[in-house]
């Protein structure tokens, strides 16, 4: 149980276009769902908290026009990188928290890696 | 301000010895929650252990236990009777518990370990 899955695993794209990441929960209902970021030899930094049907929260100092989030559904949450540029090119990873769950975990998708060209 | 910290950046550990890696955390919150997790070189967070602020005995789950030492702020994991698949970055985490914090987990820097056979 309490697999997340999430799609791509991996794109590379060109400077400038939209790349739209999907995080799914496969066996539960995700009241909450979280987007992260990580460079490489870094740790996680949480970028925004996807709450189902309302608006994402972001963290200080991530452009939530640039991240767009959407979270239309207790299953579904998605990361869009509008106007991606090479600095953009990071791995891209979402959990998920089962709401009453105990202990209170979230559930890690396997990841995204953008390159941005 | 929460803060997590990793001090071993990266440790050797010989096949079916058993590892200490360290995690202290900085909190003034009375109720949190601590999280180890496991990133293989596929990227994917595994869930290992948790332990509850309140939780009066150290958490244990299989060949991983956590040494709880609240006076001090320290959550460290011990893996017991390596395995060469233990060979991972393992991520120390704290979660806020107050509601308005929105069950958000800091991250602090990792910790590869390599399991020489």
């Known amino acids: 149980g309490a697999v997340v899955s999430q799609h791509p695993s991996w794109v590379i794209c060109k400077s400038g276009t939209s790349v739209k990441i999907e995080c799914r929960s496969l066996?539960?209902?995700?009241?909450?769902m979280f987007w992260y970021r990580q460079f490489p030899k870094q740790s996680l930094m949480l970028m925004a908290t996807?709450?189902?049907?309302?608006?994402?929260?972001?963290e200080q100092g991530v452009e939530k026009d640039k991240f767009l989030i959407n979270h239309a559904s207790l299953t579904l949450s998605t990361l869009t990188v509008t106007s991606a540029h090479p600095e953009d090119s990071s791995f891209y990873i979402c959990s998920a928290r089962i709401a009453g769950a105990n202990p209170d975990t979230q559930y890690f998708g396997p990841g995204t890696r953008l390159t941005v060209l | 301000a929460q803060k997590i910290t990793q001090t071993q950046p990266g440790m050797f550990v010989q096949e079916k010895e058993a590892v200490t890696l360290d995690c202290t955390y900085d909190?003034?919150?009375?109720?949190?929650?601590l999280f180890w997790y496991k990133q293989p070189s596929s990227g994917e967070m595994i869930f290992l252990i948790y332990q509850g602020s309140y939780d009066e005995q150290n958490a244990t789950e299989g060949r991983y236990s956590l040494n709880f030492q609240k006076a001090r702020k320290s959550a460290n994991l011990v893996i017991s009777a390596s395995q060469l698949g233990d060979s991972a970055m393992y991520f120390c985490a704290m979660r806020e518990v107050p509601l308005a914090a929105g069950n958000k987990l800091t991250f602090g820097g990792g910790t590869r370990v390599l399991v020489k056979p």
């Open positions: 996807s709450n189902e049907g309302s608006k994402a929260t972001y």
């Open positions: 909190t003034s919150d009375q109720s949190y929650g």
């Open positions: 066996d539960f209902q995700a009241t909450t």
